[in-house]
C-alpha cells in the first residue's frame, strides 16, 4: 500500500462550488504540505503544518483553507473554486529532522470549468 | 529567502549519452539541496540530497550532483541515460532552520532512442 494517499485522483468541478481534496499517509511523520504544480511553474507552496496544532500559509494561500484532523490526515478545501485553481496538487509528508526528505502522493489532478 | 533557477526547460538527450541538468540556488544563508524526479503520471520521488559534507552526491539510478557554494550551483548528471529516464527532474532548496521546499521551474527530460 502507497504510504501518502490522495483522493479524489482526478476530479471535475464547476466554477463557485466548494470541494476538498484529502491526504493520508501511514509513514507516522508530524509534517504535512500541500503543493500545486502548473506547467512551466514548478510546485508552489499552499501550506503547511508541523504538527496537529500547527498550520501555516505557503507562498500561495489566497482561495484555499486546510484542515488537520490527525497526525496522518490533511485535507485542502478550496472554498469557491474559480478556473485559476485548475492544476496539479500534491500532498507530501516528512519527518522532523533537518534537510529531511519529503514523500510525495499520486497527486489529484484538479479542472474547474 | 531562497529561489532556485533551472536554466534548461527541456533537454533532448540520445540514449546511452551523458546528461547534465542545470540548477542554480540563491540564498544568504547556508542551504540543503535537493533534486527529486517526478516519472510521467506520478508524484515525485527524491534522487539525491546534500545536508553537509561531501561535496559530490551520489543518488539512485546512476544520477549524481555536485555542490558547489562558489558558484551557487548543484548541477545533476549521469553518464549514460537510459529511456526510463524519461521524466521531470525538480531542484529544490531548503534553509537551515526553515524547512520549507522552494522548487526549480523543472527540466524535462526526453531520451532520444
Known amino acids: 500500500d502507497a504510504d501518502v494517499t490522495q483522493t479524489p485522483r482526478n476530479r471535475i468541478t464547476k466554477t463557485g462550488k466548494r470541494i476538498m481534496l484529502e491526504c493520508s499517509q501511514t509513514?507516522?511523520?508530524?509534517?504535512m504540505y500541500w503543493y500545486r504544480q502548473d506547467p512551466g511553474l514548478g510546485l508552489r507552496l499552499i501550506y503547511y503544518?508541523?504538527?496537529?496544532?500547527?498550520?501555516n500559509k505557503g507562498e500561495i494561500s489566497d482561495g484555499y483553507s486546510v484542515s488537520r484532523q490527525a497526525q496522518a490526515k490533511f485535507s485542502l478545501s478550496l472554498e469557491s473554486a474559480i478556473p485559476n485553481q485548475t492544476a496539479l496538487y500534491f500532498c507530501a509528508t516528512s519527518d522532523w529532522d533537518l534537510g529531511e526528505t519529503q514523500y510525495f502522493g499520486p497527486g489529484t489532478r484538479l479542472l474547474v470549468l | 529567502a531562497q529561489s532556485v533557477t533551472q536554466l534548461d526547460s527541456q533537454v533532448p538527450v540520445f540514449e546511452e549519452a551523458p546528461v547534465e541538468l542545470r540548477c542554480n540556488y540563491s540564498s544568504s544563508v547556508s542551504v540543503y539541496l535537493f533534486w527529486y524526479v517526478q516519472y510521467p503520471n506520478q508524484g515525485l520521488q527524491l534522487l539525491l540530497k546534500?545536508?553537509?559534507?561531501?561535496?559530490l552526491v551520489k543518488g539512485i539510478n546512476g544520477f549524481e550532483a555536485e555542490f558547489n557554494k562558489s558558484q551557487t550551483s548543484f548541477h545533476l548528471r549521469k553518464p549514460s541515460v537510459h529511456i526510463s529516464d524519461t521524466a521531470e527532474y525538480f531542484c529544490a532548496v531548503s534553509v537551515r532552520g526553515n524547512e520549507k521546499l522552494t522548487f526549480g521551474t523543472g527540466t524535462r527530460l526526453t531520451i532520444i532512442p
Open positions: 546534500y545536508l553537509s559534507g561531501s561535496t
Open positions: 503544518s508541523f504538527d496537529v496544532k500547527d498550520i
Open positions: 509513514k507516522g511523520h508530524d509534517r
